[in-house]
């Protein structure tokens, strides 16, 4: 994604709690003379998609989602979305440890590693990683330093490359990169001090 095309914000935590959502997949379906039937991947990977309208229930809600969307300009801007249905490198209600992921194995020459999150076979990349959440192991041993996190792009950089065969792996929580789906806003007053957004979606921002 183009920087200048993303804030580094986060979308108001409040709302994003409440948000309805998750990942979707594309899959092309042919049914064949059989009966039988034979699918295929369009995407590689998922992209996930919230609700989040439906998690405004106050008027000063109503008043920080209307005015984070006029700061993005409607759906110019991406941001950082919090999905707290599945926002760090292990289970939900865990801490994140320095082995929860695979990141790969050290050569010797590679010093740059891209944090990922792994379900079952399929690896998501991930891009916003929590400032000071991060944590690196080298064959289990956990590291206080030789390594930096670049925080908007979710690369690890060592000073100096992992030896030959040592395992790299990593623990942390993380925001989505998102962006409105819409570039307008309705909403509703439904009572005294209560509003409701009829539309809001977002959308997962890949690569």
């Known amino acids: 994604m183009a920087l200048s095309s993303f804030h580094e914000v986060r979308f108001p935590l409040a709302i994003a709690f409440g948000a309805i959502g998750g990942p979707e997949r594309r899959t092309d379906i042919i049914q064949l003379a059989s009966g039988a039937e034979q699918r295929t991947a369009s995407w590689s990977g998922s992209r996930r998609r919230w609700d989040v309208g439906s998690a405004v229930q106050t008027l000063e809600e109503l008043h920080d989602l209307t005015a984070f969307f006029e700061a993005r300009r409607g759906a110019l801007y991406g941001f950082r979305f919090r999905d707290f249905t599945d926002d760090r490198s292990c289970g939900p209600e865990q801490d994140p440890a320095p082995t929860d992921q695979a990141l790969g194995i050290g050569d010797d020459g590679e ?61 942390f929580e993380f925001d989505c990169p998102a962006r409105f789906d819409t570039d307008r806003l309705e909403a509703s007053l439904e009572g005294f001090g209560a509003g409701r957004i009829v539309n809001a979606q977002l959308v997962e921002l890949i690569g």
Do not use: M
């Not at 690896?123 to 590291?143: C, F, H, N, W, Y």
């Open 111 to 171: 010093t740059e590693f891209q944090l990922v999150k792994h379900y079952g076979d399929y690896a998501r990349p991930i891009l916003k990683p929590v400032t000071g959440s991060v944590r690196i192991a080298l064959d289990g041993v956990e590291q206080s330093s030789g390594f930096s996190v670049d925080n908007t792009t979710g690369v690890v950089t060592f000073s100096s490359a992992p030896g030959v065969g040592v395992a790299i792996t990593a623990g």
